[in-house]
């Protein structure tokens, strides 16, 4: 999944964005008002957590333009601002959640988690593939009730992977998923990144099966020998 974080405060952006990297997000940050706006116009984030007292302008009318966009992203509210008529503004203008500073990590990611489960339903909270069981909010694989160990990168691939199934994903679609605005990825990172995902799964055989779609992509099917297609082949 994919947060924004819009904060203006160097030392507290950069502490927010490693503890959302450590907790499986793919991580963008906006210093002020008009860069987060811009983010959002071109990027399907899931989640935007939001500062009210930004240089620019003020955090409310970022969360106006958040009600403009077609993929409306949930919105938590993480503010000095402690009034109650501050809080009753940001909720009626369309926050989801509202979090004021000083504040704990372990509330800003059960409240970011539980804005999310709310956005996306119930039903998005587990995907399914066979004998697998994924849960995206903690980033948990379990096969036949057993867990199996991911590591955050193989544990978003494989989302990414189970949400389009029995579609594919095309190779930029994974890279904007899996790695945010500020980080580098060499040339071949997602080959190897799907290259330790098929190792994991097959140790246990006949769990799943991972296509490569020559120069488009991959795709996900349950139960199968892995192998590698172009457009147009069948599998054998």
């Known amino acids: 999944m994919r947060v924004l974080l819009v904060e203006d405060h160097a030392e507290l952006q950069a502490l927010v964005r490693s503890q959302l990297q450590h907790w499986g997000f793919a991580a963008d ?12 116009q071109l990027t399907p984030y899931d989640a935007v957590i939001l500062d009210l007292g ?23 509210i993480l503010t000095a601002r402690d009034a109650l008529p501050s809080r009753v503004q940001a ?14 990590m372990d ?27 994924f849960s995206p909010l903690n980033l948990q694989l379990h096969i036949d009730d057993q867990p199996m160990e991911l590591s955050r990168k193989e544990a978003m691939l494989l989302e990414a992977l ?11 679609r ?22 330790r995902l098929r190792k994991r799964l097959a140790s246990t055989p006949g769990i799943a ?14 139960g199968q020998v892995c192998s590698s297609i172009t457009i147009g082949e069948e599998r054998s």
């Open 107 to 133: 509330e800003l990611q059960a409240r970011l988690r539980a804005i999310l489960r709310r956005a996306k339903g119930h039903t998005a909270g587990e995907l399914r593939l066979g004998r697998m069981r």
């Open 29 to 40: 940050i906006a210093s002020d008002g008009r860069v987060a706006l811009h983010k959002i």
């Open 174 to 195: 994974l890279e904007e998923s899996l790695y945010a605005a500020h980080e580098s990825a060499s040339p071949n990172a997602i080959d190897a990144l799907v290259s």
């Open 209 to 222: 099966h991972i296509d490569t779609v020559r120069g488009v992509g991959y795709r996900i099917t349950a």
């Open 91 to 104: 909720l009626n203008a369309g926050a989801d959640d509202y979090l004021t500073k000083p504040f704990d």
């Open 54 to 76: 930004l240089p620019d302008m003020d955090g409310l009318k970022v969360l106006q333009g958040l009600g403009r966009q077609v993929h409306r992203p949930a919105c938590l």
């Open 162 to 172: 189970l949400r389009a199934s029995p579609g594919l994903v095309v190779r930029n």
